[in-house]
Nanobody
Framework: QVQLVESGGGLVQPGGSLRLSCAAP????????MGWYRQAPGKERELVAH???????SYADSAKGRFTISRDNAKNTVYLQMNSLKPEDTAIYYC?????????WGQGTQVTVSS
C-alpha cells in the first residue's frame, strides 16, 4: 500500500493563501500524473488540478488564475499553491498520483476559508 503524506491545510480568511504539499515514497519510480481533488460537504469529489511528469498542467475553471500546481520529481512531491481563496474553496483536499494504471489517494487535508 502506497502512503501519501499531505500537509498544509488549515483555516484561512477570504483572500488569503495556503500551500498544500503531498509526498509519495521516494522509492516509487515513474509516477505519471499527480494531482489534487477536493470534496465539499454534500458534493462529489472534483478535480482541482493535475500535472504530468513533464510538467504539463490542467486546472478546473474554478482554480484557474488563483491556484498553481507544481511538482518536484526528485522528491516525489506535488504542491498546490492556492491564492485569493474564497469561502467556496472550503473542502477536504485529496492528493492523487497515478503509477502505471493504479490510482493512489492521500488521506485528505481540510481547507476552511472563513472570516
Amino acid at each position: 500500500q502506497v502512503q501519501l503524506v499531505e500537509s498544509g491545510g488549515g483555516l484561512v480568511q477570504p483572500g488569503g493563501s495556503l500551500r498544500l504539499s503531498c509526498a509519495a515514497p521516494v522509492s516509487i519510480f515513474d509516477i505519471n500524473t499527480m494531482g489534487w481533488y477536493r470534496q465539499a460537504p454534500g458534493k462529489e469529489r472534483e478535480l482541482v488540478a493535475h500535472i504530468s511528469r513533464i510538467g504539463i498542467t490542467s486546472y478546473a475553471d474554478s482554480a484557474k488564475g488563483r491556484f498553481t500546481i507544481s511538482r518536484d520529481n526528485a522528491k516525489n512531491t506535488v504542491y498546490l499553491q492556492m491564492n485569493s481563496l474564497k469561502p467556496e474553496d472550503t473542502a477536504i483536499y485529496y492528493c492523487n498520483i497515478i503509477v502505471g494504471l493504479t490510482y493512489y489517494w492521500g488521506q485528505g487535508t481540510q481547507v476552511t476559508v472563513s472570516s
